[in-house]
């Protein structure tokens, strides 16, 4: 066997707002492999149910831009008026310490990191159709209408990126477990795969 197998990977989920990407994260979890999950720094307010280093790494505007200014992130970018940004340490130690590194990204996101780190795996969540995308954005209450508006056709523009990414990953209605199982699986895969280079942060 190759020894790429301890090789860490930098796995990249990606997906439109509203796919289900927290929610898959928060399962992955619990399947108990040696992950490094990055969280992202956000400036935007916590919201009820989140815990501040576990969901987001909660900033306030001026510590945000001070780390971007530092060059402290991987990727960084203003996303409906709040900022977003790996920090790069969340990332390097992970890989340092030989785990693989789940980086939760929005499209945009995903492909600045795609020329940083072109060996990643990229992954892209889709939704089963564009109407439960819209039920899952309404359910959650959290957006004026104008905000939803946008958001929608973000995600409209975004599912037009998906054949960017290595692999899709569906998340149909009430089938979240097949969504998690097909993630884990294709994550096996790729570690298995014996041409895959090791992963360094350009």
């Given at each position: 066997?190759?020894?790429?197998d301890s090789s860490p ?8 707002s ?5 929610a ?6 619990k399947?108990?492999?040696p992950?490094?999950?990055v ?6 307010a ?5 815990t ?14 001070d780390?971007?200014?530092r ?5 960084c ?5 709040r900022?977003?940004?790996v920090?790069?340490?969340q990332v390097?130690s ?13 499209v945009?996101g995903a492909a ?8 990643a ?7 089963g159709?564009?109407e439960?995308?819209q039920?899952r954005?309404s359910q959650r ?5 104008p905000?939803?508006e ?11 990126q998906a054949a ?8 149909s209605?009430?089938?979240l ?8 699986a294709?994550?096996?895969a790729?570690k298995?795969?014996?041409?895959r280079t090791?992963i360094?942060l350009?």
């Amino acid at each position: 066997m190759p020894e790429n197998d301890s090789s860490p990977l930098l796995v990249v989920l990606s997906g439109p707002s509203g796919v289900g990407k927290d929610a898959a994260l928060n399962e992955l979890r619990k399947l108990d492999r040696p992950w490094h999950f990055v969280v992202t720094a956000t400036t935007r307010a916590i919201r009820p149910g989140e815990t501040d280093g576990v969901d987001y790494i909660f900033l306030d505007e001026p510590t945000f831009i001070d780390m971007k200014d530092r060059n402290e992130f991987v990727e960084c970018a203003e996303v409906y008026g709040r900022w977003y940004g790996v920090p790069r340490s969340q990332v390097t130690s992970g890989l340092e310490a030989g785990k693989d590194v789940i980086l939760k990204i929005d499209v945009q996101g995903a492909a600045t990191v795609r020329q940083m780190a072109p060996n990643a795996l990229f992954i892209f969540m889709v939704p089963g159709s564009f109407e439960e995308l819209q039920d899952r954005l309404s359910q959650r209450m959290t957006e004026s209408t104008p905000e939803m508006e946008l958001r929608l056709k973000t995600a409209m523009d975004e599912l037009r990126q998906a054949a960017n990414f290595d692999r899709q990953v569906m998340n149909s209605k009430d089938n979240l477990r097949q969504a998690v199982s097909d993630i884990d699986a294709t994550i096996a895969a790729e570690k298995q795969r014996s041409d895959r280079t090791p992963i360094h942060l350009l």
